[in-house]
């Protein structure tokens, strides 16, 4: 038998239990941080399954790290299982019809996302042990990636220091390796305080706090033609001081998500926007504080790994629909947008794949893209970025949604507990868990990788976020 196929049996032995973590991890459908039962639910999953398990990891009650083995190498399989506010919709199901109104939903298909990543580690620890090799296994149950970022904190905990491989996928529409960065984030809050008077009467004794919020933003949106093109810098006024024009404000609070290729980048921005605050706070004689909530690495591709998946993928294969799927996959595509559909071409050329990878009437995903090393950063952020400046890392896209389908969407919610998912998710785990067996036997390529971590980080990893803050569990 070859590597594949011994591989991709160890999986189907599995495929019950991905389903089955699948389906009630989307039932379970729980915010960022607050993941009780599902957390709860993998824990006892993974001492079942002869895994050790440490739970409330890096200050976190919902994180977890399930282990086997013992030594090096050391594989990773990164999970995640966060839902998504007013998503709820009704399972495999193309009318919009929330299970309970305004309810969360996994409308990212972060439980696929788990289950996937759990079906590799059950799958490759099989491996290591039937083949009487040395190593240790180990699932991250990562909290909070749409709110809270667990992983910054687990990486600032130094959990992933000692990974040889880290491994993760997102479910998607598309089968291809994610080759691309993120864009580095800071989200920081600040808080003004000024003296409140009555507007017509005494006005030259209050300080108003939403004035320094406006010109702040000012200063703000002067510095934006002067900084990098590719940096976003965007606000929210969470506290504008109150409905009363006749009142002086005396307390109000903006909030900046300062994005850019890489965290240095980010940072220094950071820096010069907190310079802007204080020059608001001089200019109306008002005090201010600084809350910084999240900062979150770029993503850092390892090239030497992401070849290793690609070949695993490849070998592997894309999953196996069948009519009834693509038949639901069809029900979905009728209700996207024009726009929706249109961006699956527009995607392709515009991460430098050929046009015609994926047809423009395709309805579901059944072959793996190409490998192309994007050499940029996709328009958003995933706290994966912190992990991948700890360890080598790659991820994978795999299909489990019909083409077209938008993010964060209750259609995304409908198709995540639905056949497309499970057979994306028992993909993902194949593809994961031969790409580290592929990885693991290769003790250079291991080396090559590490090598390249170096060369891209500068060998250290430093987090972002100051020892003092905690993560935010509220
Ligand atoms: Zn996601």
């Excluded at 969360?104 to 996937?116: D, E, I, K, P």
């Excluded at 089968?175 to 006005?203: D, Q, R, W, Y």
Aim: aromatic fraction near 8%; charge should be negative.
């Amino acid at each position: 038998m070859s590597k594949k196929e011994i591989i991709s049996a160890l999986v189907d032995k599995y495929q019950d239990d991905v389903v089955c973590i699948n389906d009630t991890v989307w039932g379970y459908a729980e915010a960022g941080m607050k993941e009780y039962k599902t957390a709860k639910f993998y824990e006892e999953f993974f001492v079942e399954k002869g895994f050790r398990v440490e739970s409330g990891v890096a200050d976190m009650p919902t994180a977890f790290v399930a282990s086997w083995g013992e030594g090096h190498p050391i594989v990773g399989f990164l999970g995640e299982f966060d839902a998504l506010p007013t998503l709820s919709q009704e399972a495999a199901c193309a009318v919009k019809i929330p299970v309970v109104e305004g309810a969360y939903g996994h409308g990212c298909g972060h439980n696929s996302l788990g289950a996937g990543a759990a079906g590799a580690a059950l799958a490759f620890r099989d491996y290591l042990e039937q083949n009487r090799m040395q190593g240790t296994v180990r699932f991250y149950g990562c909290p909070g990636e749409e709110y809270g970022s667990g992983k910054i904190y687990m990486a600032r905990a130094g959990l992933y220091d000692d990974l040889d491989v880290c491994l993760t996928w997102h479910p998607g529409s598309e089968n291809k390796v994610t080759t691309s960065s993120s864009l580095a984030n800071i989200s920081v809050m600040f808080e003004f305080h000024g003296v409140s008077a009555h507007a017509a009467g005494n006005p030259h004794l209050g300080r108003s706090a939403l004035d320094a919020c406006e010109l702040m933003n000012v200063g703000v949106n002067y510095l934006r033609e002067h900084i990098i093109p590719e940096a976003r810098v965007h606000y929210a006024y969470k506290n504008a001081g109150g409905i009363a024009p006749n009142v002086v404000h005396d307390h109000a609070v903006i909030h900046y998500f300062i994005r850019a290729p890489k965290m240095s980048q980010a940072q220094e921005i950071y820096e010069r926007v907190k310079d802007i605050a204080e020059g608001a706070a001089k200019m109306t004689g008002t005090t201010h504080e600084v809350h910084l909530k999240e900062a979150i690495y770029d993503y850092n591709p390892n090239r030497t790994l992401e070849k290793v998946m690609q070949e695993a993928f490849e070998e592997i294969g894309a999953p196996a629909f069948d009519e009834a799927d693509f038949e639901l996959a069809r029900k979905f595509r009728a209700t996207y947008t024009k726009g929706d559909l249109d961006s699956v071409q527009s995607g392709l050329v515009r991460n430098g794949y050929p046009a015609d990878a994926i047809g423009p009437d395709e309805v579901l995903h059944t072959r793996v893209l190409p490998y192309v090393p994007i050499d940029r950063a996709m328009p958003g952020s995933t706290d994966v970025g912190d992990a991948s400046y700890c360890a080598p890392t790659a991820q994978c896209s795999v299909a489990t949604e019909a083409l077209g389908t938008p993010g964060h969407s209750w259609q995304i919610t409908a198709q995540s507990c639905s056949p497309l998912a499970s057979k994306g998710a028992v993909v993902a785990a194949k593809v994961m868990a031969l790409t580290a067996a592929m990885a693991i036997e290769q003790p250079e390529l291991l080396e090559k990788a590490k090598a390249e971590l170096v060369r891209t980080t500068g060998g250290k990893y430093v987090s972002a976020m100051p020892p003092e803050i905690m993560p935010n569990i509220e």
